[in-house]
Nanobody, 123 residues
Framework: QVRLVESGGGSVQAGGSLRLSCASS????????MAWFRQAPGKEREGIAV???????IYADSVKGRFTISKDNAMNSLYLQMNSLKPEDTAKYSC?????????????????WGQGTQVTVSS
């Protein structure tokens, strides 16, 4: 059974940093594409960072230069380091695994999802 569990969310002031973690079980982090998505109230789910099966890293323009995705295959974990946070980064952040295509890695076409962790950035 595949399970993804996010942690590390919280409240922070603008300009601050947070590090999100996604612990996986039942899926090999060394094999599938894994990604971070976020969804703010009233908005569509947004793909923000991906590590593809081949190791290519893709960022959405909205977070490029501020967020860093990484993974630890030995720990079966995915991470998202978020720096220079802005109020518009406020959202529920979820990790996803197993890209199935075909619309592009930043679209929510993944087989497995975590429940998410809330990030709130105040001005």
């Amino acid at each position: 059974q595949v399970r993804l569990v996010e942690s590390g969310g919280g409240s922070v002031q603008a300009g601050g940093s947070l590090r999100l973690s996604c612990a996986s079980s039942g899926v090999s982090t060394g094999t599938p594409s894994m990604a971070w998505f976020r969804q703010a109230p009233g908005k569509e789910r947004e793909g923000i960072a991906v590590i593809t099966r081949s190791g290519t890293i893709i960022y959405a323009d909205s977070v490029k230069g501020r967020f860093t995705i990484s993974k630890d295959n030995a720990m079966n974990s995915l991470y998202l380091q978020m720096n220079s946070l802005k109020p518009e980064d406020t959202a529920k952040y979820s990790c996803a695994a197993g890209y199935r295509g075909p619309r592009g890695y930043l679209r929510p076409d993944y087989n497995f999802w975590g429940q998410g962790t809330q990030v709130t950035v105040s001005s």
